[in-house]
Structure formats: C-alpha cells, structure tokens
C-alpha cells in the first residue's frame, strides 16, 4: 500500500527536464478559468486526431463494433467530440492534482453520496464500480472531498509521473494500492474502506471470461468485482462522473448498491457488470476512453484481430 508520495533528487535528472518544462507549464494553466483550460484542450484534441492517426483507427474501430447501426456522420461527429474531451481530458487530471478542496468544491456537485455513507455505516466496504471515462482523475477528487478511499492504481513506470500521480491522487485518497494486490484491496475493505474498481478494458485472456459487451458478443472481460466482494463482504455501488455540457463544472453520482451482488455465478455477475458498464457509457458516450483498444484479445489465440 502507498500513502506518501516518495521524492529523491534524481528525479532531477536532466533527462527528466523535458517532463518538468510540461509540469511548470500545467502549472500555469491553473490561472486560468475552467472554461478556458477546455477550450484549449478541445484545440489539442482536434490537433491531435491529425497527429495520431492509429489512434483514430482504434476509436473509430470501437465505435463500429460496438454500435453498428451508428451512421458514418453521427459516428465522424462522435469521434471528433471524443478526441475533444480526451483534450480536455488533460485539463481534469492537472485540476484533480493540483486545484486546492476549496477550487474543487466551486465546481462539483455529487448525487447519492448517502449510499456510500450507509454502507459504510453498517460495516460492509463499497466497491465504487466505475468506468474509464475522461474526468475519471477529477470525479475521485470530487468523490474525496467528503469521503477519502483507497485507490486502485498502476504505477507508472517513468518515475516523475509516478511521484506526480500518487502525490495527486493522495489528495483524494487515504492510499493507493497496486492493481495486482488483491490481498490488501480486500483487507482495504474489511476495514471498512471505499476501494475504486474499473473492469470495462481488456487485461489479457488469462484472467478473463468472454461475453457481450454493447454489440460485440465476445468481449475480454474481468470477473473481479464478485471475487472482491465476497472476500471484502463488499457492496458494490455503480459510479457515475461527467464534465458539464457548458464546462463549467462536474458532477458525480454514486447509485444504491446492487442486490444480490455477488450472485452464485461469477459469469453471471460479470454480464451484468458490463450492462451496468453500458449504461454508464450511454450517459455520455463522448466522454469515454474509446482510443483503448478494449477488444484485441480473442477467445481462441488463432481468432483474427477484429483492429485489422
């Protein structure tokens, strides 16, 4: 378990300058007004469709897959807007980090807190079920402002960004856990602990099970939130976060946890997750991270790559 944000002089080492121009530089941009950062990061997104042209392909590919009826303009429009959020997407993770609990407070507004309260209150943890959308960074700094937990996390493997992410993402958590330390995610919620839990990408075939995901009927899919709940005695609660239409603000909202969650069949409990996950997406389907490649892996090794 992390819970401090660990700083070494070498972290000042000339190949590291670069990096620590572009931290002075998103430091500056906290001057400005929220309306303003998204603006320019609209403009980078945009910019960046044309610089990153295997990316387009990916997020272009998702969305075919995933809604097929989808027309080839509403589906252009939807992959320009997502290219925008993604720039704008750079702008949430700086605020999340940096923004001080008064700025945050200025500019959220969180729905179904009482949920989280009542679970804990009786003792169970809560397995905040969310997705991989844009203002992910931002909605678990909102989510801290009256409830600090424990975040699920990969280090990272440049060490400036790691001391960066998990001296920000301490600003919003009691600690940050390794995602493959199953162990104390589950001590986490004995506790009991708030634990985030995303399973909407595609880890590999070896921890996973293949069912539907939107229009796809063999996606790559983790079947850990029933394992963690059962060995928690965890609720799992969906969570919700989403930049405002006018950027002026976010908002989060946590639902009621799930009855009869675990169920009796791991596979079962994930289909159903992913239907949740749906349903999240569908909320504002320009804010998700479409450029992740979420179908590469196949249910049998020789199958074609449907990026192809």
């Known amino acids: 378990m992390v819970e401090k944000a660990q700083f070494s002089s070498h972290l000042y080492h000339p190949k590291y300058w670069l990096l620590w121009l572009g931290v002075a530089f998103m430091r500056l941009t906290q001057l400005l007004p929220l309306p303003v950062q998204m603006k320019i990061g609209a403009a980078i997104g945009r910019l960046g469709m044309k610089l990153v042209g295997k990316r387009v392909k990916t997020a272009k590919r998702n969305l075919e897959l995933c809604f097929p009826k989808m027309s080839e303009n509403e589906m252009q429009h939807l992959l320009t807007q997502n290219f925008e959020q993604t720039g704008k997407a750079i702008f949430d993770t700086a605020n999340a980090w940096w923004w001080s609990d008064e700025k945050i407070q200025q500019h959220m507004s969180i729905k179904g807190k009482e949920y989280v309260e009542q679970t804990l209150e009786s003792g169970q943890g809560v397995i905040l079920f969310a ?21 699920v996390y990969r280090p990272h493997n440049n060490p400036v960004m790691e ?5 920000g993402r301490l600003r919003s958590n009691k600690a940050l856990v390794p995602k493959r330390d199953l162990r104390q995610m589950v ?20 921890s996973a099970t293949f069912i539907p995901f939107f229009n796809v009927a063999e996606a790559a899919t983790i079947t850990g939130a029933t394992t963690l709940a059962k ?28 009855d009869n969650f675990p169920g009796e069949n791991e596979i079962e409990d994930a289909k159903r997750g992913n ?11 320009s804010q998700y991270m479409w450029l992740h490649r979420r179908f590469k892996t196949r249910p049998n090794k020789g199958d074609a790559s449907l990026y192809k």
Request: charged content about 20%; aromatic content about 10%.
């Open 131 to 151: 997705v991989h959308c844009l203002p992910l960074e931002m909605g678990a700094r909102i989510f801290g402002q009256f409830q600090p937990g424990v975040g």
């Open 231 to 258: 060995l928690g005695k965890a609720k799992v609660l969906p969570f919700f976060v989403e930049r405002n239409s006018d950027d002026t603000g976010y908002n989060i909202e946590i639902q009621p946890a799930l």
């Open 275 to 285: 239907k949740i996950i749906e349903s999240i997406i569908s909320r504002n389907m």
């Open 163 to 167: 001391y960066l992410q998990v001296k």
């Open 187 to 206: 001590r986490s919620l004995r506790e009991p602990n708030v634990i985030w839990y995303t399973a909407d990408q595609d880890f590999g075939r070896s």
